[in-house]
């Protein structure tokens, strides 16, 4: 039983910081390959806190969460700007992962490549039940507000977004803030729930997963992703045997998703519309 | 020293800009980063190693093979991974995302059938040195280098004088109106494709018998995706020029600072030109194409 909880719990963890990229890739349509960096920074910020400061745990969190936010903004603001291709950030993103993994490895205040053991293990079921239920309520509340609306209609057409009133460097930035402040969340609780963490643990095949989850849930859906995702980290649990070939078959999955069905699972739809209309996932997007 | 750190630091540069080359060559084209260009590196070096161990081919042999190697297989990539979607214009996001997945699925699929050992390349030159203005010289370096630089130097010849070469520049300023003039696009990004691959496998043994080889060396290319930006996204001149200055600023910090924050380094160097300079040293603008 404490095997199925821990597993739960991990697709919890995993659950938030999907619902952060799926705000920022599913729905602003940009690409990144590095938001396990920020699930690095919310993970280091809010053990150190309490490892050596003990700070309280919610503030820990918080701090953790705040953290991520700040390098998300000092990594966007030269490479966001609307006159920029999307490109730039993708490269940039990828460089600061390793850059980040470098310094984590190197500092002595992380512990080095040795990783830092024996936080403390405050994250329960409940705690990330309640994260994971104010997550999906803050994002939802933000993509129906003026700011979520902006960034969908960036994704559909930048330009025509532009010439509407959009600005698109301010709505990037935010996107990206949001999204990277839901990793960094994430990654507070993974801290104080495996109680060990280390540089390795946030690679780009961290990266690639969470990535997947989104692409295979389906864009510009909040819970395709999120079934998605726990399937993801459920499913190599129950089949250890596969473990070496899971990143393969992420790769290809990626592929197939994007020749075959680039909507995803339920892309441009929610799991409840399935049960209202019967209907959902049919809706065709223009490409 | 400082000459030794020069040559080193010019010779991991033109690694950086064979590598920097093919993937602005895509660019150019495709408009989109074509981040499986790592993986393809990492095969040309499989392909060369085994060329070189199994068949004790000569480096002239096993360039030449490696060259074939990762050529066949970047083209075969796009067939399978990119034309679809090319041809139903999905937008780049969908691109990057097909390349990432192809990235991904290479390179765990060399993990999980030959294994994450490291291999390591024959001694081709045996450590040979030579002497230049008193310091030594590694012969390595120096011939890769010069090679990089040949190799550049034959790209430009290509796209500036042939027929293909001035298909594949009207391709890059109009993809379109090149298909209605009667040039096969097809065709064109397959010889796209195919140069770029060449590039890679001759990055890969490079690469591969200055370090090692192993599952995961494709990961270098995030070097040159910088040292892209850096020289200007989709200008082959600037990939050139971004790949020599990073890698020899990259030598110089590892040597006189500290070689651990290399890598930082070269981040915050990106971050600084898309501050000061986001179109690069010869770019043409960053901006999205409408």
Known sequence: MDYILSIVILGGINMVAVLGLSIFTGFTGLFSLGHAAFVAVGAYTSAILTYYYFVNYYLALAAGAAAAGAVSLIIGAPTLRAKLRSDYFAIAVLGFGEALRVLLENLDITNGARGLPGIDSFTTLPIVAACLAGGVFVAKNFLRSRWGVACIAIREDPVAAETAGVRLFRTRLLSLVVSAVYCGLSGGLLAHFLSFIQPQMFTLVQSTQLLAAVIAGGMGSISGPLVASFVFIALPEALRVAQMWRLVAYGLLLVLIMVFRPQGLLGYSELSSLFRRGTGGKEERRS | ?290
């Open chain 2, 1 to 290: 020293m400082f000459l030794q750190t020069l040559i080193t630091g010019l010779s991991i540069g033109g690694i950086y800009s064979l590598m920097a080359v093919g993937y602005s060559l895509v660019f150019s084209v495709l408009n989109f980063s074509n981040f499986a260009h790592g993986a393809v590196i990492m095969l040309g070096a499989y392909v060369g190693l085994a060329l070189a161990t199994k068949l004790n081919l000569g480096l002239g042999l096993v360039l030449a093979g490696s060259v074939a190697g990762a050529g066949i297989i970047a083209v075969l990539n796009e067939r399978l991974a990119y034309s679809s979607l090319r041809r139903r214009k999905a937008p780049s996001l969908y691109l990057m995302i097909s390349a990432m997945g192809c990235s991904v699925f290479l390179e765990n699929m060399v993990y999980a059938t030959i294994g994450s050992r490291f291999y390591a390349f024959p001694e081709f030159f045996g450590r040979q040195v030579i002497s230049l203005w008193g310091s030594s010289v590694s012969l390595l370096d120096t011939g890769a280098f010069v090679f990089s630089l040949l190799a550049i130097w034959g790209l430009h010849l290509f796209v500036g004088r042939t027929r293909t070469g001035i298909a594949i520049r009207a391709g890059v300023s109009d993809m379109t109106m090149c298909s209605l003039m009667g040039v096969d696009l097809d065709r064109l990004i397959a010889v796209v494709f195919l140069l770029a691959g060449g590039f890679a496998g001759v990055a890969g043994v490079f690469l591969g018998i200055k370090y090692l080889v192993y599952p995961t060396m494709g990961w270098v290319t995030n070097k040159a995706y910088i040292a892209a930006v850096i020289g200007g996204l989709g200008s082959l001149p600037g990939a050139l020029a971004g790949g020599l200055i990073l890698g020899v600023v990259e030598t110089f910090v590892s040597t006189y600072v500290s070689s651990v924050l290399r890598d930082v380094f070269s981040f915050t160097l990106l971050v600084a030109f898309l501050v000061m300079r986001p179109e690069g040293l010869f770019g043409r603008g960053g901006e999205e194409k409408v």
